[in-house]
């Protein structure tokens, strides 16, 4: 794709934010970190909202006509309906990626995620049209789960592959940053809106406020975005193919075995993540616990917590290595595993240890679980199997994460929920075994760098630049 090609194609959008860069600036780390931290922020705002409402709202707006507990599975059931669409999200904004820009691809899916988003908002309920309500949903749901697959712009791989050797790290963890930041900000407007109205009014028309509030942030971010992509040192990687998209059916046959590590390497962290952050607030509201504001204070608190300790992360993998903090991670997420479900059942206390404790594994271990098996893709097809793994990770360890552990808590016990995120611990740990088994066999080069070293790609990366 040509310089001309992707101004011909561009969006009025895509060109104020070249009008930003007019002066050729190069593309230096603090700014794509920004960018990328309001993007990804914006992108966990919308999700937060949502699995926050699945356990406040949709059970009894949606789903009145079954009893709590089958209300709140089915709620879960629509959650997991983004997941399973991020896929096919992937597979149509590549396409979409390769043939008009990437500018284009980026406006077109943070719109689709904003609208989708907003249209939630505009739901009506059970009491106005009736089953059509849960299909709304579901199609909605499915927009936003479209729109997040397509949402991949390659920004922090961008960020990583100028991130100095010593830092990437701290570099890989600031992604992250946007799981916490997005649930502190979704967290907060419930809690606003659900502590300054009554039940009535909340579930009648306050629960749709945060929903609107997306489309807003969902403009911000993508011009945030817009700004780095617009770069001409961004442009020069894209021309030379080290950022351009890839057919991704043919990098899926090609990579399958990279994509599937990559899609396990990190389940611990993203299992965890969902017991975290959704599952308690569904237990203690079902069994009548806790009241959701007070524990919606605790999740606060606990994303707060969950920043610093990916801080944290950051400066260890930098010191030790990220493939050894995630392992630690995951390990020390099978001990919890052990007893902090049982934690949840044992009072405010109880509680407020599980969530804090629970933020500090979760800011550990999801840190780092980012982009690990990337530097195994060749340049060529990095950015679109960066996409691929990024989305499968999300289907496989998080997709159904509420709705089994809410199901195996309610059938057999808070303990069966451990069960499941030692699973999640297993599975991380075997990945990371075999990736390091892969690597010792990768063969080395003339000049002692391996076939997918990233100092190949950095050399690249300097020879195109003027």
């Known amino acids: 794709m040509s310089a001309t090609d992707g101004a011909a194609t561009s969006t009025p959008l895509e060109r104020d934010a070249r009008l930003v860069n007019a002066h050729d600036q190069a593309v230096k780390p603090g700014e794509i970190a920004i960018g990328v931290i309001i993007g990804r922020t914006s992108e966990f705002f919308d999700f937060f909202v949502y699995a926050l409402a699945s356990v406040l709202v949709f059970p009894a707006v949606v789903f009145p006509y079954l009893d709590p507990v089958t209300g709140t599975l089915a709620s879960f059931a629509v959650f997991s309906v983004a997941f399973m669409a991020r896929p096919f999200g992937t597979l149509l904004f590549m396409w979409i990626d390769r043939n008009h820009g990437r500018g284009v691809k980026l ?6 995620l904003g609208g989708s988003t907003m249209a939630i908002a505009l739901l009506p309920g059970h009491a106005q049209v009736g089953a059509l309500s849960a299909v709304l949903l579901a199609v909605f749901r499915f927009g936003q789960g479209m729109a997040l697959g397509g949402a991949w712009d390659g920004l922090p791989s961008l960020l990583a592959l100028n991130a100095p050797r010593e830092r990437r790290g701290w570099f890989a963890m600031i992604p992250q940053l946007g799981a916490p930041l997005g649930l502190l900000v979704a967290a907060g407007l419930f809690t606003y809106f659900m502590t300054g109205l009554s039940s009535e009014d909340f579930l009648a028309w306050g629960w749709r406020y945060p929903f609107f509030v997306a489309l807003a942030i969902n403009v911000v971010a993508l011009f945030a975005r817009l700004r780095i992509v617009a770069t001409p040192d961004f442009e ?8 351009q998209p890839s057919p991704a059916f043919a990098t899926l046959f ?3 075995r990279t994509i599937a590590l990559g899609a396990m390497a990190p389940l611990a962290s993203f299992a965890l993540f969902h017991i975290v952050t959704v599952f308690p607030l569904s237990w203690v509201t079902l069994t009548g616990r806790e009241t959701p504001v007070r524990f919606l ?3 606060i608190v606990g994303a707060v917590v969950g920043v610093l300790a990916m801080l944290a992360s950051g400066v260890l993998a930098d010191r030790y290595g990220r493939r050894l903090v995630l392992a630690v991670s995951a390990v020390l997420i ?3 595993s052990g007893f902090a479900p049982q934690l949840l059942n044992a009072g405010p206390l109880g509680e407020t240890v599980y969530m804090i404790l629970g933020f500090v594994l979760l800011g550990l271990a999801f840190g780092q679980a980012s982009g690990l098996v990337n530097d195994r893709f060749p340049p060529e097809r990095r950015y679109t199997g960066a996409a691929i793994v990024a989305n499968s990770a999300w289907l496989v360890g998080a997709g159904f994460a509420p709705l089994v552990a809410l ?3 309610h059938t057999f016990g808070v303990w069966s929920v451990g069960a499941y995120l030692l699973s999640g611990a297993a599975c991380t740990l075997g990945a990371l075994a075999i990736n390091r088994e892969l690597a010792h066999k990768d063969a080395p080069c003339s000049g002692g760098a391996t076939l997918r070293d990233p100092a190949w790609f950095e050399t690249r990366l300097r020879r195109s630049s003027p």
């Open 107 to 112: 406006t077109i899916s943070l719109f689709l």
């Open 236 to 243: 020069r990687l894209f021309e030379s193919q080290d950022l």
């Open 254 to 256: 090609k990579e399958w």
């Open 297 to 299: 204070v605790i999740e």
């Open 334 to 336: 099978g001990a919890y």
């Open 407 to 409: 199901f195996l808590a």
